[in-house]
């Protein structure tokens, strides 16, 4: 039998991005916005909406992982909110009787902790590393807030938990049948930025280190300078046939390639040759991306994008 894999790399090959922006949840059963699928055998993913979060996706607009190892499940990511964490975990037990053992930060986002204060109360350790650990407690607050307003009833029992672990270079964590190495491997999209790699499948969880179905967004704390260092040395040697990346669906290295890092580079050279031609801020907002055009999230980012790298290589 043909697995999941297989099928999604079919269909990000011949269609460059999802319509899931446009569709509000697909799988209205659930708080979840889609229902979870065996990426390989005993690693799963909730693939999220590629849209910003929103009250009818509950949040949920990142990939929320999980992998049955035999001896426990590790989850990739607390969730965006304490009743989305509640329904990951309610499809887990639908899946294996193994506890849930640990729970992994991607970064210090709101997608990725703000559901920690469900699994907390399950006595579920949580792991991050230390910068995102940093990051979250310096912004929890208007985090938390923003998630109230967005997703109201939805938000109830949302509260500021912070992992209960970290981690500064890597973390290896034998458990059933996997080796399971947690890594930070340079700047990247947000501080603390990890990966979750599975050598022997060759597989990553790569978070916000890789992007392909919907335009990336560049915060003013992301060094896209770092980014692309950190892609063509340590992402690119691990050498994953499988990528599950932090936003859309499962798929492999060329297709984040084209989308994260030709993205960046990309971009970096339009605004660089502004800037050698004396151009403004004004002008940087106006740069051709159409290149990305198809991307969901192109309307909404494009020329914040293109701001933020023109201020950020006028320092450079």
Known sequence: MR????????????????ASQDIPDQYPASLLYSKPVEVIPHVWSAIGATSPPTYENTGHNNNLSFIVTGDGVIVVNGGGAYLLAKALHDEIKKITDQPVKLVINENGQGHAMLGNSYWIEQDVPILAHVDAAHEFNDRARQILDGAKA??????????????TETFEDKKVIEMGDFRIEVLH??????PGDIQV?????SLVIAG????H??????????????????????????????????HGHPTNMAQVRRYT????????????????????????????????KHLDTFDELATRNAGRVFVQMEFE
């Open 261 to 292: 890092h030709d993205y960046l580079v990309y971009l970096r050279g339009k605004v660089g040759e502004l800037l050698e031609n004396g151009g403004s801020l004004e002008e940087a907002y106006y740069v051709d991306q159409s290149p990305y």
């Open 213 to 246: 179905e919907r335009l990336l967004p560049i915060f003013d704390e992301t060094e896209t300078r770092g980014w692309v260092e950190t892609w063509e040395g340590p992402f690119e040697e691990l050498g994953a046939t499988y990528v599950i990346p932090g």
């Open 3 to 18: 697995t999941i894999i297989s099928i999604l790399l079919a269909m990000t090959l011949s269609v460059a991005a999802s």
């Open 150 to 163: 967005r997703l109201k009833e939805r938000a109830a029992g949302t509260k500021i938990q912070g992992p």
């Open 185 to 190: 491997l340079g700047p990247a999209h947000s």
């Open 208 to 211: 916000d280190m890789a992007f």
């Open 197 to 201: 790699w599975l050598p022997e499948q």
